[in-house]
């Protein structure tokens, strides 16, 4: 649900890593709307370079061609962001409770965005193919 003085962007790009800096310069724009701390935007963009990542390195593991999508809104007290691929998907419940994916290399990329949001959650898309992450930040006056 969106309230009326949010804005949203919805930025579309390959799931290669070397386009994963547009997401984050996106929200360096975004944030400019709603000015927030060095540190706040530092550990936004981290957060969603973690997403992006894993959508770009794992969720077209068969070599087909795919597809990044990120919705930013922000709203007056908090920004939300959705990254959502089209891929394989995952099973969340894989994950142990600090949010680390034994299955893949490195595994910490879930536990690192749960750290710096306000909100997490992960899933599978609308479409029931492939995944969405959703995570929050509530933002200081």
């Known amino acids: 649900m969106t309230d009326s003085g949010a804005r949203t ?3 579309t790009f390959p799931a290669k890593p ?33 997403a992006c990542s894993n959508s770009v390195r ?3 593991r068969d070599g087909r061609d795919g597809l990044v999508e ?22 969340p419940a894989e994950l142990d409770g600090d949010g680390h994916d034994d299955l893949s290399e490195g595994g910490l ?11 997490l959650e992960l899933g599978d898309r609308d479409s029931g193919r492939g995944s969405r992450l959703r995570f929050v930040k509530f933002l200081a006056d």
Request: charged share 30%.
């Open 58 to 60: 794992h969720a077209y």
């Open 70 to 91: 990120v919705r930013y809104e922000l709203h007056a007290d908090r920004l939300v962001v959705e990254v959502a691929d089209d891929g394989e998907g995952f099973d």
């Open 18 to 50: 070397e386009y994963i800096t547009l997401g984050r310069l996106a929200l360096t724009g975004l944030a400019r709307l709603r000015p927030v701390s060095a540190e706040t935007l530092g550990d936004l963009k981290l957060a969603l370079t973690e």
């Open 109 to 119: 990329g879930i536990a690192i965005i749960r750290a710096l949001a306000d909100e």
């Open 9 to 11: 962007i919805q930025l």
